[in-house]
């Protein structure tokens, strides 16, 4: 067990409440419970020893082991996959001896009923020979901060923390004993079992309120009937998708990770499923992700709906009229920029200075700061996620109209400010030009949402607002010298927020000024295909240290290059920066130097521009293929 795998070595599993990553070792070393924002159970991707971690791995024969000596396991190969078109994964583990597999996944509850208790199940089986299975259970509740007390009964483990109990269930032949190797109380439990092909095992652990009554006992029919429900679900589910495209499976990867990144009873998407995971291995631009971003999670809307997804699209509309509805956030303006998953708009930082960080990237941050920052982008994104919706009165209905109209009153007297930008910078407020791209949003879509439904607005104040922030962009945030869009009004540095400009519509994708700020683009930002953000050297943003290139403007790089016509360019773009997913079809927020994924992981933000690209791709490759 390697103390910290790369953080492309982990698949995804989830319960559409919270999830959990499994490394390609069969290590499960982060899982939050009862939600994705709540403290974790297992964080051993931030501190291995503090941390905590879930693990069943194999030994490289029958006779190795945790006592036979330096070199055994070293022939263990391990490889790990999804089950098609689910969120079932599944570790292999091939030795000269056997094969033996460890299936992983939790069990949907299909009401979408906010509950405290979470299930993971993880069976165990060989498929050839022979193969001897170790696992090590070590929770540590609340970031590792909280001691609990072991009670071990048979098959049952009970870890016993402030608040909150985990039971470890035992099916088939796993005889659970206390692990004391730790030297600290021994209230952790391991086990090893032999399995030949086609026997099997299992585990169960549930988490829960520490009020709540224990979990039912457990047999290997009940767990064989989780399994076909949970993969009928998924089965279900992606079979709604409409994409019938060139890259179908990665697409639908894409989709079934935006949906595990879903809290299903409010429909709120989270950013990422982790926290601190770093921009560059030892730096300290560590964040915590596990929120909903009213920007990343209205532009998701588009990407659903364009799948087939109307469901989830128009739960995540409802949720963010909740909020506008909620009256004005705590820093007095009608939003912020992100909540936690039930609305909550609290979301304090505090540094978990006894955590060391994922390889020594330390500081670990819960919570996060930049939430009372002032940024204006949002209203852009809200307004156009609700006009995905066709008719306002589907969604929203008269009040909510109301409210979403009074908003826009009151970006009326407040769009021409300086905030603090999309990528939430903390080097000061500045005239930045994608927020002033996305208030021209803002407008559009609610004169077009008023004109097309009849409802009550001040269309002559809003219209002369819309067309005075084009005229802006168009003077201030075009740099003749550059010939270029520029990040804001006092730079002429070139950011790939500005990716956007074609797809909201503010720019036709082949005119001049555009083409000519993507030939910038490509001479600034765009290396070998992958794309920076902006240049922090050029455009200091308050923090330290540097970063990969961001994953998200790769793929809206993407889109522009086929919106343009450039169809070459942008599929060559496109294949390359596949081959940057992990093992298992996910990304991280970022691209490393060398290939490497860095930060928080996996992030929806990329998954959803991945979605946007080659829908774009698709469409324009058809196109051309007509004309030929």
């Not at 949002?378 to 929203?396: C, D, H, K, P």
Request: with cysteine; net charge negative; charged share 20%.
């Amino acid at each position: 067990m390697r103390p910290y795998p790369p953080i492309a070595e982990h698949g995804l599993i989830g319960d559409l409440q919270t999830c959990a990553l499994v490394s390609s070792e069969g290590v499960l070393n982060w899982f939050c419970s009862p939600r994705f924002d709540s403290p974790s159970v297992f964080a051993g991707l931030l501190d291995h020893g503090r941390g905590g971690h879930f693990a069943i791995t194999a030994d490289a024969s029958p006779g190795g082991g945790a006592d036979a000596g330096p070199d055994a396991g070293s022939e263990v190969v391990t490889r790990q996959l999804y089950l098609a078109d689910t969120a079932v994964l599944i570790t292999r583990f091939l030795t000269a001896e056997g094969v033996g597999e460890v299936v992983d996944f939790m069990p949907v509850d299909e009401t979408h009923t906010a509950t405290d208790r979470h299930r993971v199940v993880r069976v165990l089986r060989v498929v050839r020979g022979t193969v001897r299975f170790t696992l090590e259970c070590r929770p540590r509740f609340d970031y590792g901060r909280a001691p609990h007390a072991l009670a071990l009964d048979g098959s049952t483990a009970r870890f016993e923390g402030p608040g909150v109990t985990a039971y470890l269930q035992a099916v088939g032949p796993v005889a659970l004993e206390v692990d004391g190797r730790d030297g600290k109380g021994a209230q952790d439990v391991r086990a090893t079992v032999t399995l030949s092909a086609g026997e099997r095992a299992a585990v169960c652990l549930t988490v829960c309120d520490a009020r709540s009554a224990a979990p039912p006992p457990v047999d290997a029919a009940g767990i064989a009937e989780e399994f076909t429900a949970v993969h009928r679900f998924w089965h279900a589910w992606i079979g709604r998708c409409t994409y019938r495209g060139r890259w179908q499976q990665t697409v639908n990867r894409s989709a079934i990770t935006l949906k595990l990144l879903t809290y299903a009873p409010t429909g709120a998407p989270v950013a990422a499923a982790t926290m601190g995971l770093p921009e560059q291995e030892g730096g300290g631009r560590n964040w915590d992700y596990r929120y909903t971003w009213v920007r990343d999670a209205s532009l998701s809307v588009r990407a659903m709906r364009d799948l087939g997804f109307t469901d989830e699209a128009d739960a995540f509309r409802r949720w963010l009229q909740q909020r506008l509805q909620g009256g004005n956030a705590p820093n007095g303006e009608p939003l912020q920029i992100m909540y936690r998953v039930d609305g909550d708009p609290y979301l304090i930082e505090e540094v978990l200075g006894h955590l060391e960080g994922w390889r020594g990237s330390a500081p670990v941050r819960a919570g996060n700061g930049a939430a009372d920052q002032l940024q204006l982008d949002i209203y852009g994104e809200a307004v156009y996620a609700l006009a995905q919706a066709g008719r306002v009165s589907a969604v929203v209905g008269y009040d909510g109209w109301k409210r979403s109209a009074g908003v826009l009153d009151w970006l009326c007297d407040n769009w021409d400010r300086p905030d603090e930008g999309i990528w939430e910078t903390r080097g000061g407020r500045q005239d930045f030009t994608f927020s002033r791209l996305m208030c021209w949003v803002a407008f559009d879509r609610g004169i077009r949402q008023a004109v097309a439904n009849a409802r009550p607005a001040d269309l002559p104040r809003w219209t002369a607002v819309r067309d005075a922030i084009m005229e802006q962009i168009m003077t201030r945030g075009w740099s003749r010298e550059r010939q270029a869009f520029v990040q804001h009004y006092r730079t002429t540095v070139l950011d790939a927020s500005l990716l956007l400009m074609p797809l909201v519509g503010f720019i036709a994708p082949r005119d001049p000024r555009w083409l000519s700020t993507l030939d910038a683009m490509d001479t600034e930002l765009v290396s070998d295909s992958l794309v920076h953000r902006y240049d922090p050297a050029a455009s200091p943003d308050g923090l330290e240290g540097t970063e990969g290139t961001f994953s998200l403007c790769s793929f809206l790089y993407v889109y522009a290059l086929a919106r343009a016509g450039r169809l070459e360019q942008a599929r060559y773009a496109f294949d390359k920066m596949l081959t940057y997913a992990n093992h298992v079809g996910l990304f991280a927020e970022e691209i490393g130097p060398t290939g490497e994924q860095l930060g928080n992981f996996p992030q929806a933000f990329t998954h959803l521009a991945l979605v946007t690209a080659a829908l774009a791709l698709d469409t324009e490759l058809d196109r051309a293929a007509r004309r030929e």
